[in-house]
């Protein structure tokens, strides 16, 4: 089990920035080892970890590979890495390397060095050394992220798939001038992902000087199926069958999402607003993809329009 960020700075896997740094100033000054001489080894060990927790969830792109991979995914030497083990962002991104920042360097951007400290307003000499000394690049601004929809089967997100996108975008040649550029963004489908889920591109917009280019996200959306319906984990699908087959049972015969055939007796009689329950024949549960959801039947039950007389009669004979 791999380390929980979000456990050790006592937040929701949906903080903001700003309950981040409220977060990490509070335990920051806790558990700095300046302010703990008693117990230095064990306040270094918690410091270490409060920064590197902070240091993970306050930057989207770490955040986004922890949330998928863990801390497993961001120990990887090289973000393109994870995509030989099926890692969604799958291209363009060779030069991204998780490099954790030193400690002392997080507590300097925030305190600036001076400390504050509990002993009569003391200073925490080698966090000033750090604040004092460090020399901040004012960043380009960033242009705002582009999201596309990426429209996905079914099928694509039961059994997950390889999809490539073909993408243009404006990047300076030698002489400063804009110029277009194609490339092929490749993205893994992972078996279960949802509607809604991201898979973002790290500056892959448009470049134009003195501004980072955009990121570009991409967003799953879902095409409609023609018998399944999508119900979080699970998969809905609704049945009809005569009266007759109601009342003296029935064999349904299903294609699944991989392409297996579920052969469904039922002998008991369906009433109205009845349903029967397969368990794991839904979609794959994406962070535990050998496990799935439910397969859910509901049945419609098609009356007769009208029946002769000598049908009322018999039916009266046996039911009556």
């Not at 998928?68 to 083990?85: K, P, T, W």
């Not at 604040?131 to 242009?143: E, F, L, S």
């Not at 999508?230 to 991989?258: C, F, H, M, W």
Request: charged fraction near 30%; glycine fraction near 8%; proline fraction near 6%.
């Amino acid at each position: 089990m791999g380390v929980d960020y979000y456990n050790i700075l006592k937040v929701s896997r949906n903080a903001s920035e700003e309950d981040l740094k409220k977060a990490y100033k509070r335990l920051a000054m806790k558990w700095h080892p300046d302010k703990n001489p008693a117990n230095k080894k064990e306040a270094e060990a918690e410091f270490k970890q409060i920064s590197e927790a902070y240091d993970v969830l306050s930057e989207p792109q770490k955040r986004q590979i922890y949330d998928l991979y863990g801390e497993e995914g961001l120990q990887a030497a090289e973000f393109s890495g994870l995509n030989s083990a099926g890692g969604p962002f799958a291209a363009g991104n060779s030069e991204f390397r998780y490099n954790p920042r030193d400690a002392e360097d997080i507590f300097a951007e925030f305190f600036g060095g001076s400390g504050v400290g509990g002993n009569g307003g003391s200073r925490f000499s080698n966090v000033g050394e750090v604040g004092r000394n460090q020399v901040k690049k004012k960043a380009n601004p960033k242009a705002a992220a582009v999201e596309s929809k990426l429209l996905c089967s079914l099928e694509e997100l039961y059994k997950g798939c390889r999809r490539k996108m073909r993408i243009s975008r404006s990047v300076p040649d030698e002489f400063g001038r804009p110029k277009t550029v194609e490339e092929i963004l490749k993205i893994d489908i992972k078996p279960g992902w949802k509607k809604g889920t991201k898979i973002t591109f790290p500056e892959k917009g448009n470049q134009e000087p003195g501004v980072t280019p955009a990121d570009l996200i991409f967003v799953v959306d879902e095409k409609p199926h023609a018998i399944y319906l999508r119900n979080g984990n699970d998969l809905v699908v609704n049945q009809e069958i005569s009266l007759l087959e109601a009342l003296a049972g029935v064999t349904l015969n299903l294609t699944t999402l991989d392409q297996r055939n579920l052969a469904i007796t039922i002998t008991d009689i369906v009433k109205p607003g009845h349903e029967i329950v397969m368990p794991n024949e839904g979609m794959p549960i994406s962070k535990e993809p050998s496990k799935k959801g439910n397969l859910i039947i509901k049945f419609d039950i098609v009356f007769p329009s009208r029946l002769t007389a000598e049908q009322k009669s018999d039916l009266r004979r046996a039911l009556g």
